[in-house]
């Protein structure tokens, strides 16, 4: 018997798009956090009282949906660890410091100030990603790096 990884997806039915679906404490609040790094709002659905329970953004072909978690989401648990891309990651951390966010200093490991939520920690050299790396803690605390495009 074959093992499945040794077969080709046929193009026509080759998944096309990927598209983070994300539990969060507070939809509005991650829909704003996340326009201050481009993505710019999308549909929402509300519920009987006007609460926001799901919503969508994007920037260029970046996209990302929001669900109304139950209970909140455990940042140590990192269900989910983001990796995006910009142009400029210095100007990105000047931003989003200017925004609001809590420096974190250098990350050694620890989850940084504000129990680990909206903060931005220095600028990285990995070997992998030699231009620049951004350590950024979203509001339920999920971990965003952001990586320097060449």
Request: hydrophobic content about 40%.
């Amino acid at each position: 018997m074959s093992h499945p990884a040794n077969h080709v997806c046929p193009a026509a039915c080759a998944v096309r798009n990927l598209i983070p679906f994300v539990h969060v404490a507070d939809v509005e609040q991650s829909l704003s956090f996340y326009a201050l790094l481009g993505f710019a709002h999308g549909d929402t659905l509300q519920d009987l009282r006007g609460r926001t329970y799901w919503g969508s953004a994007a920037s260029g072909k970046a996209q990302i949906m929001f669900a109304q978690a139950q209970p909140d989401p455990l940042p140590e648990q990192q269900a989910v660890l983001f990796y995006m891309y910009c142009e400029d990651v210095a100007a990105l951390r000047t931003h989003l410091l200017a925004c609001g966010l809590h420096h974190g200093g250098t990350y050694l490991g620890q989850p940084g100030p504000n129990a680990g939520r909206r903060v931005v920690f220095e600028i990285s050299h990995p070997d992998y990603m030699q231009r620049g790396e951004l350590r950024i803690a979203d509001p339920d605390g999920y971990c965003i790096l952001v990586g320097q495009l060449d």
